[in-house]
């Protein structure tokens, strides 16, 4: 003991089971956003999202369907056939206001429920054909109100934000790990580069 003493295998510098060393912690790659451009992001989506409310509330009033039910049209349209259970959980509705909202759209011939092929004692609630009728002529009157808002705005002013828009519902779906699987995303692309292609071609 008295040469391990002398040796110094016991002082400060020698290593030891009892006093690991610790590696320095390492330090977190710096944010692609900075925290005042979030900060700033947040307060113009909550602002979007209140002007939002107003706009649909206004937009609705001659509407025989309010915009929760317009919603869910617009919800099953994209997504197909659902149990309540999931469209609950999808679209953030509780389920005594869900299924309020399904009672006033089957009573209207919007949705129907049918057999769930994979279990027989649930059911899945599907949109019909009225209901399709019914997004198209709602979808066509929106577009129509939205054009005249954006009466000083240019089409490429109008496709630049709808980019915009299209990106930061992908992040936050992403976010969530939920797939977007709304066919009207990239259709009006389409659509557009066919009128395109068509007016190049014409004689």
């Known amino acids: 003991m008295r040469d391990l003493a002398r040796?110094?295998?016991?002082?400060?510098?020698a290593p030891s089971s009892l006093s690991p060393r610790t590696s320095p912690i390492p330090e977190e790659p710096p944010l692609p956003v900075s925290h005042d451009t979030a900060v700033e992001l947040v307060r113009d989506l909550l602002e979007l999202q209140r002007v939002m409310k107003r706009v649909t509330k206004t937009d609705a009033g001659p509407r025989r369907l309010n915009p929760t039910a317009i919603a869910l049209l617009y919800y099953l349209d994209g997504n197909g056939p659902r149990r309540a259970t999931v469209m609950a959980a999808e679209t953030g509705l509780g389920p005594s206001g869900l299924s309020?909202?399904?009672?006033?759209?089957?009573?209207?011939?919007?949705?129907?429920?049918?057999?769930?092929?994979?279990?027989?004692?649930?059911?899945?609630?599907?949109?019909?054909?009225?209901?399709?009728?019914?997004?198209?002529?709602?979808?066509?009157?929106d577009a129509q109100r939205l054009a005249a808002r954006l009466e000083g705005w240019d089409e490429e002013q109008a496709r630049t934000s709808r980019g915009a828009i299209n990106e930061i519902t992908t992040v936050f779906l992403d976010s969530l790990g939920v797939e977007r699987t709304t066919s009207c995303r990239d259709q009006p692309d389409r659509d557009h580069a066919d009128r395109e292609h068509e007016e190049q071609t014409a004689p």
């Open 7 to 13: 040796s110094g295998a016991c002082g400060p510098g």
């Open 100 to 141: 309020r909202q399904l009672a006033v759209l089957e009573e209207e011939g919007h949705v129907e429920r049918t057999p769930d092929p994979d279990d027989g004692r649930a059911a899945l609630v599907a949109i019909t054909d009225r209901g399709r009728e019914h997004v198209r002529a709602v979808l066509e009157q």
